[in-house]
């Protein structure tokens, strides 16, 4: 069967989103709107919700940002997902934290909490975060550097999860007839000490009802593959065309086989925009509106986003320039420029195709032709499952839920019911042993 994330944004992937009659357009802060997102996401049996986020209000040219809702000003995602794990029973909850902007202890904190609050569905989304604007919220004036932020971001992650191993599953007895409240043996020091970080431990949370909340990663560059291999257990992925999502398949799980891991205790989920219809003409009608909504100016700042540079010096209709690779995501800029040259495309046509669907693969037509394409990822080596993106919200969702689910379950290649409680479970994921159950050793305080 194949997985099926849901990856929300406040109204929608696509540009402009907030214009579309049926979405939302107050959606970051309509609480009401994100418990109606969760039910219908949880109503067509997905694996997971998917939050996304940074700490900084993404910077601009002024055009594109007044006309943008994306992660302009909108949740805290943790904070978001506390409210829907009380709304929802089965679907899993992911959201980002970034291990360049956070501390190793606040994050194993609050994951393990959602992963109580929610009965074992928590995932942690591991970024390194991607803007100079993030930096400048937290006292740096530029960016850590790519390979720094991933050296960072291992021992960040081995701390936190040596963090949620600090009680063992069974160490709080809470034993009234004898006043003893927790098993001291069975608690935990880590007592950490590396380049990057320092932490004593033991965590203030017991041990996460999933041992450990799911890891998620979307490592695209050779240095973020090669991370997202070692300890991801979902991989978000920005694959634009089916080739490219084989070879990035089969590299990546190779990367697994070779870090002595399971391949198949690692899922990659490519990331899939949509606009569907009873008929490919009606599709075709529905994407070629979405499109009047775009401003070019607004286009075009995505593109620049995505590729790292400013975009604003080059002519919009002449070709995408040469750029180098930014300090952000290395793989959506490698993604975007190999469309942009397989295709020949203008500044503005790719800005367009990258409006469309955040940089992420569009499919358009009729039910039957986006569960074929679905499909067809799904049983050549291209996929274990989709990160589906709705490009306007709340009418999109209702439509991937209501018609193309239904036709994937008629074709076997769906659940129709959850399989267990807990996001592993979804995923068909095993539950991590502790460390100190596997002969890890206690450090004293």
Same mark, same amino acid.
């Given at each position: 069967?194949?997985?099926?994330?849901?990856?929300?944004?406040?109204?929608?992937?696509?540009?402009?989103?907030?214009?579309?009659?049926?979405?939302?357009?107050?959606?970051?802060?309509?609480?009401?709107?994100?418990?109606?997102?969760?039910?219908?996401?949880?109503?067509?049996?997905?694996?997971?919700?998917?939050?996304?986020?940074?700490?900084?209000?993404?910077?601009?040219?002024?055009?594109?940002?007044?006309?943008?809702?994306? %992660?302009?000003?909108?949740?805290?995602?943790?904070?978001?997902?506390?409210?829907?794990?009380?709304?929802?029973?089965?679907?899993?909850?992911?959201?980002?934290?970034?291990?360049?902007?956070?501390?190793?202890?606040?994050?194993?904190?609050?994951?393990?909490?959602?992963?109580?609050?929610?009965?074992?569905?928590?995932?942690?989304?591991?970024?390194?975060?991607?803007?100079?604007?993030?930096?400048?919220?937290?006292?740096?004036?530029?960016?850590?550097?790519?390979?720094?932020?991933?050296?960072?971001?291992?021992?960040?992650?081995?701390?936190?999860?040596?963090?949620?191993?600090?009680?063992?599953?069974?160490?709080?007895?809470?034993?009234?007839?004898?006043?003893?409240?927790?098993?001291?043996?069975?608690?935990?020091?880590?007592?950490?000490?590396?380049?990057?970080?320092?932490?004593?431990?033991?965590?203030?949370?017991?041990?996460?009802?999933?041992?450990?909340?799911?890891?998620?990663?979307?490592?695209?560059?050779?240095?973020?593959?090669?991370?997202?291999?070692?300890?991801?257990?979902?991989?978000?992925?920005?694959?634009?065309?089916?080739?490219?999502?084989?070879?990035?398949?089969?590299?990546?799980?190779?990367?697994?086989?070779?870090?002595?891991?399971?391949?198949?205790?690692?899922?990659?989920?490519?990331?899939?925009?949509?606009?569907?219809?009873?008929?490919?003409?009606?599709?075709?009608?529905?994407?070629?509106?979405?499109?009047?909504?775009?401003?070019?100016?607004?286009?075009?700042?995505?593109?620049?986003?995505?590729?790292?540079?400013?975009?604003?010096?080059?002519?919009?209709?002449?070709?995408?320039?040469?750029?180098?690779?930014?300090?952000?995501?290395?793989?959506? %800029?490698?993604?975007?420029?190999?469309?942009?040259?397989?295709?020949?495309?203008?500044?503005?046509?790719?800005?367009?195709?990258?409006?469309?669907?955040?940089?992420?693969?569009?499919?358009?037509?009729?039910?039957?032709?986006?569960?074929?394409?679905?499909?067809?990822?799904?049983?050549?080596?291209?996929?274990?499952?989709?990160?589906?993106?709705?490009? %306007?919200?709340?009418?999109?969702?209702?439509?991937?839920?209501?018609?193309?689910?239904?036709?994937?379950?008629?074709?076997?290649?769906?659940?129709?019911?959850?399989?267990?409680?807990?996001?592993?479970?979804?995923?068909?994921?095993?539950?991590?042993?502790?460390?100190?159950?596997?002969?890890?050793?206690?450090?004293?305080?």
């Amino acid at each position: 069967m194949m997985h099926l994330g849901a990856f929300f944004a406040p109204s929608g992937h696509h540009t402009a989103s907030w214009r579309h009659p049926a979405a939302q357009a107050d959606a970051a802060i309509n609480v009401p709107h994100q418990l109606e997102l969760a039910r219908t996401a949880e109503r067509g049996k997905f694996d997971l919700i998917f939050l996304a986020d940074s700490v900084a209000a993404r910077e601009t040219h002024i055009e594109h940002m007044k006309r943008s809702t994306q %992660y302009v000003a909108n949740f805290e995602p943790l904070t978001l997902l506390s409210v829907l794990s009380g709304a929802t029973k089965h679907i899993g909850l992911v959201a980002t934290a970034s291990t360049s902007y956070c501390e190793p202890f606040h994050v194993a904190r609050w994951f393990a909490s959602l992963d109580w609050l929610s009965g074992g569905r928590a995932g942690w989304n591991i970024v390194t975060s991607a803007s100079e604007a993030e930096a400048r919220n937290f006292g740096r004036k530029e960016h850590f550097d790519h390979e720094v932020r991933y050296q960072r971001a291992r021992e960040f992650t081995e701390v936190v999860r040596g963090l949620w191993d600090s009680w063992d599953d069974d160490a709080f007895v809470r034993d009234k007839e004898s006043g003893l409240f927790f098993d001291p043996e069975k608690m935990h020091y880590l007592n950490h000490q590396g380049e990057f970080f320092s932490v004593r431990g033991p965590l203030n949370v017991p041990r996460p009802p999933q041992g450990h909340p799911v890891l998620v990663q979307a490592g695209s560059s050779d240095t973020g593959r090669g991370f997202a291999a070692e300890v991801a257990e979902a991989i978000f992925t920005t694959s634009l065309q089916l080739t490219e999502a084989r070879d990035y398949y089969a590299d990546v799980k190779r990367r697994v086989v070779a870090a002595g891991r399971d391949p198949d205790q690692c899922v990659i989920l490519p990331g899939v925009t949509y606009c569907v219809g009873k008929t490919d003409a009606e599709a075709q009608e529905q994407y070629d509106f979405m499109l009047s909504l775009v401003h070019p100016i607004a286009a075009r700042e995505i593109a620049a986003l995505t590729l790292g540079h400013d975009l604003a010096p080059y002519p919009i209709d002449g070709p995408v320039p040469d750029l180098p690779p930014p300090n952000g995501s290395v793989g959506t %800029y490698l993604s975007a420029m190999k469309l942009a040259r397989d295709e020949n495309l203008t500044i503005r046509q790719l800005s367009i195709r990258l409006a469309t669907g955040r940089n992420r693969f569009v499919i358009v037509g009729s039910v039957e032709h986006v569960a074929d394409v679905l499909e067809e990822w799904f049983t050549t080596g291209a996929a274990d499952g989709f990160n589906i993106l709705p490009p %306007y919200m709340p009418g999109a969702l209702d439509d991937f839920v209501d018609l193309v689910i239904p036709e994937l379950q008629r074709r076997g290649l769906f659940r129709t019911e959850y399989s267990g409680p807990t996001l592993r479970d979804h995923l068909g994921l095993s539950r991590p042993a502790s460390r100190y159950a596997l002969g890890g050793v206690s450090r004293p305080a």
